[in-house]
């Protein structure tokens, strides 16, 4: 089964700075890969699918990279509403979710 | 705009069967190219998979969940449902169902999720 591993685990920054979060395979998962933010009591929201393409209504400060076992998820600039809990999952087999990297404010 | 809603009880007793429904609304089930999907989060923690079924009734379940999960759907409702059965309070977590949408790979509608407590 493939695991995911996210890191780091927690992220302190300021808003405006950039925010890198990476999430890795333990064996490739070709471009199959998403992301996902999810807010105190709220369910996850879909930000990016198949490791680059933005799913619908995400703004373009969202961004994702990588394929293979190696993948990041990039804010480039972050805005007050982008503290919050990022996901990633893969869906080779069957679908399974990262541990998650916690973005907070520094 | 698709929306889900998960109904049912948010309390039951240990070994007995978790029951859940999730209605759609804004589109319909039998549409091709979803999975209807059943997540859950334990309080403080990550996301596990626990199934999925096609319109059709095919159905793929996590494997460490398997002996006790069950999910059906019911196209002229526009409803599928989550059966987990001998549950202990380790099964205590968040429900949410989710459409998973085969293009994308991904989860893109969400319910809002419901607290569901073990306890006697």
């Known amino acids: 089964e493939i695991v995911l591993t996210q890191s780091p685990a927690t992220l302190s920054l300021s808003p405006g700075e950039r925010a890198t979060l990476s999430c890795r395979a333990s064996?490739?998962?070709?471009?199959?890969l998403a992301w996902y933010q999810q807010k105190p009591g709220q369910a996850p929201r879909l930000l990016i699918y198949?490791?680059?393409n933005r799913a619908t209504g995400i703004p373009a400060r969202f961004s994702g990279s990588g394929s293979g076992t190696d993948f990041t998820l990039t804010i480039s600039s972050l805005e007050p509403e982008d503290f919050a809990v990022y996901y990633c999952?893969?869906?080779?087999?069957?679908?399974?979710f990262g541990p998650g990297t916690k973005v907070d404010i520094k | 705009q698709v929306q889900l809603q998960e109904s049912g009880p948010g309390l039951v007793k240990p070994s007995q069967t978790l029951s859940l429904t999730c209605t759609v609304s804004?589109?319909?089930?039998?549409?091709?190219?979803?999975?209807w999907s059943w997540i859950r989060q334990h309080p403080g923690k990550g996301l596990e998979w626990i199934g999925y079924?096609?319109?059709?009734?095919?159905?793929y379940y996590n494997p460490s969940l398997k002996s006790r999960v069950t999910i059906s759907v019911d196209t002229s409702k526009n409803q599928f449902s989550l059966k987990l059965s001998s549950v202990t309070a380790a099964d205590t977590a968040v429900y949410y169902c989710?459409?998973?949408?085969?293009?994308?790979?991904?989860?893109?509608?969400w319910g809002q999720g419901t607290l569901v407590t073990v306890s006697s």
């Open positions: 064996q490739s998962v070709s471009s199959y």
């Open positions: 198949d490791a680059s």
């Open positions: 999952q893969q869906r080779s087999n069957w679908p399974r």
């Open positions: 079924i096609y319109y059709s009734g095919s159905t």
């Open positions: 804004g589109g319909s089930i039998s549409s091709g190219g979803y999975y």
């Open positions: 989710a459409r998973f949408i085969v293009l994308m790979k991904g989860f893109d509608y």
